[in-house]
């Protein structure tokens, strides 16, 4: 299946320049449902010189987009709806609004995330465009790697001579960018710079955990490559991760379990971009349910981040991150791809 | 054809006058896209590719292998690390799942950055495909 579970478009907490204002998500939100476009019309019919175009600019040799027979590429899709440097005038005045308060609170920017596009039916030259279109949801304020923003998705439904030919889920981030580029120190390619594989001096390390005493115990076992579950010897509630007190009964006395190591995944997340120091996506990030109840959140190996499945057993294994540190991570258990 | 089989891959040169060319074939005006200095002042360090030329790319890198009488049915992209001039762009696909003239692609498109676009396509087949 095309499973893909979802990973967050360009997410990373970073403290931003931040000029913009918060704006009341409900102030947002009200804008979901409601038009973005109306009726609109294609600036252009379907033709074989945009067409033709394309195909140059994509290197695309597709004899099924040359010729009398020739059909557009069905990527097109969009490129029929522009507005062009003339602009749009279809849009409707809740998309206009939506923009306005944006960019007036100062998310002036805008960043394309998401295409994602149905073709019914084939475009050919002579094909009249129209489409109409709906604000679909307004996220709430995210940081992401370019600044602060809001991401808006809109879906649009396009037809050709009055038949349904496509729809076109859109997704952008409306933000306020970060302090602006100095031209002049541009690099090529530019940047951040892949992290190299640099000597081990002065490769990035992983972040180390903050060790207490409420924690201790933990970092204790996984050092004796023994993972501790909590259990309040009040009640025999089992608790992870590791807190001063039982959230059942109140008992701040306990003692601990070792867990036997099996697991399941209950559900995960592949991170593939941003990059962070130290890591290398794209890489799965599981919430494990241990055979003893608790779950926890912890790295999933030995398996490719894409065929990481819910469900599928795993069992505890600990992994050397660099020379002065280790971590529980979960192997996925042979066989066990479904 | 299977569930698990890799299409070959295809690298793409990102040179400026194909972000440049893209983005004007595809109708985006957006400056980002073709002026250094606006994109600077927008925080990015050049210009940058386009969501539909990525779009268009991930398409052809579809029909170019599995021939002209394909049908692209859904093409869903996600992009993430940008396609900035000077960098190269590698499109690789896998087969996820194969049944009755239908064929799903994953498709990552890695650039010296990171992955440039993640998706899912499908398209279907004409008939005697192996």
Not at chain 1, 139 to 157: A, C, P, Q
Not at chain 2, 52 to 79: M, Q
Not at chain 2, 118 to 126: A, F, I, K, Q, Y
Request: with cysteine; hydrophobic share 40%.
């Amino acid at each position: 299946m095309s499973e893909v579970a979802q990973e967050e478009p360009v997410t990373v907490a970073r403290s931003a320049r931040t000029p913009e204002t918060p704006l009341p998500y409900e102030r947002l939100k009200a804008f979901e449902g409601q038009p973005a476009a109306t009726a609109a019309v294609g600036k252009d019919p379907v033709n074989a010189p945009m067409i033709r175009h394309w195909c140059e600019a994509m290197g695309d040799a597709n004899p099924a987009y040359q010729g009398p027979d020739a059909i557009a590429p069905p990527t097109m899709l969009q490129a029929w709806t522009m507005g062009g440097l003339s602009g749009h005038t279809d849009r409707s005045g809740a998309f206009d609004a939506l923009f306005a308060l944006l960019d007036g609170a100062g998310y002036t920017s805008v960043v394309a995330t998401d295409c994602e596009q149905e073709y019914l039916r084939p475009l050919r030259p002579g094909d009249e465009i129209t489409f109409d279109a709906v604000i679909e949801a307004v996220s709430e304020r995210k940081t992401t790697k370019l600044g602060v923003g809001h991401f808006v998705t809109t879906r649009m439904d396009v037809r050709a001579d009055g038949e349904p030919a496509g729809t076109h889920r859109f997704r952008i981030l409306k933000y306020a960018p970060h302090a602006p580029h100095a031209p002049h120190a541009r690099q090529n390619p530019p940047a951040v710079p892949a992290p190299p594989a640099a000597p081990a001096a002065s490769a990035p390390r992983r972040p180390r955990p903050v060790i207490n005493r409420d924690n201790a115990g933990f970092w204790a076992g996984v050092a004796g490559h023994r993972l501790l579950i909590q259990r309040c010897t009040g009640c025999r509630t089992l608790r992870f991760p590791w807190l001063p007190g039982c959230s059942r009964c109140g008992s701040p006395e306990w003692d601990t379990v070792e867990a036997s190591g099996a697991g399941t995944v209950f559900s995960y997340v592949v991170l593939h971009h941003p990059p962070f120091p130290a890591f290398d996506p794209p890489y799965a990030v599981g919430l494990i349910e241990l055979a003893e109840g608790v779950r926890m959140v912890s790295n999933i190996v030995g398996v490719p981040h894409d065929r990481v499945r819910i469900g599928m057993p795993v069992r505890l294994d600990f992994q050397r991150v660099d020379e002065e540190f280790e971590l529980p991570a979960f192997r996925a258990a042979a066989g066990g791809e479904g | 054809m299977k569930a698990g089989d890799e299409l070959p891959e295809l690298t793409v040169p990102i040179t400026r006058t194909l972000i440049v060319a893209g983005a004007l074939a595809s109708r985006d005006y957006q400056d980002v896209h073709h002026d250094t200095e606006a994109a600077a002042e927008k925080g990015s360090p050049d210009i940058f590719m386009n969501i539909l030329t990525t779009n268009g790319l991930v398409g052809r890198y579809l029909t170019d292998h599995f021939g002209p009488r394909c049908v692209l049915r859904k093409v869903a992209i996600r992009l993430g690390a940008p396609n900035y001039p000077g960098d190269t762009m590698v499109l690789r696909g896998t087969v996820t799942e194969v049944a009755d003239g239908t064929a799903v692609v994953r498709v990552v498109g890695a650039n010296g950055l990171g992955h440039h676009v993640t998706g899912t396509v499908t398209v279907s087949l004409p008939e005697g495909t192996e």
